[in-house]
């Protein structure tokens, strides 16, 4: 079992910055995915960043050049820092990873954090 734990939500003005951060505990396997989805109200989920054990990163078209993703192996954190905030990213932030025990991908979510842009 993984327990992921998010913090740094809030409310923001558009234009603004904020950085949000999850911190993992439980048998996180070495090898493994860790990022970060989004629910905007009334829609689905989606990608927003996503980063691997050795670095490799995956964003979505709207975070490209405007969110950067970073993890802390040692620490089993991942944080997402959020520029030049638009009132479309108003959402619930998710934390989420997936790794293979050699035989099945296992995923595990946070409970998620709200983030609200608006002036």
């Known amino acids: 079992q993984v327990h992921l734990v998010e913090s740094g939500g809030g409310s923001v003005q558009p234009g603004g910055s904020l950085t949000i951060s999850c911190v993992a505990s439980?048998?996180?396997?070495?090898?493994?995915?860790m990022g970060w989805y989004r629910q905007p109200p009334g829609k689905q989920r989606e990608l927003v960043a996503a980063?691997?054990?050795?670095?490799?990163?995956e964003y979505s078209h709207f975070a490209r050049g405007r969110f950067f993703i970073s993890r802390d192996n040692a620490r089993k954190t991942v944080s997402l820092q959020m520029n030049t905030l638009k009132p479309e990213d108003t959402a619930v932030y998710f934390c989420?990873?997936?790794?293979?025990?050699?035989?099945?991908?296992?995923?595990?979510w946070g409970q998620g954090t709200q983030i609200t842009v608006s002036s």
């Open positions: 980063v691997a054990t050795g670095g490799q990163t």
């Open positions: 439980g048998n996180l396997f070495d090898v493994n995915v």
């Open positions: 989420h990873t997936k790794f293979s025990d050699g035989v099945h991908w296992l995923e595990y």
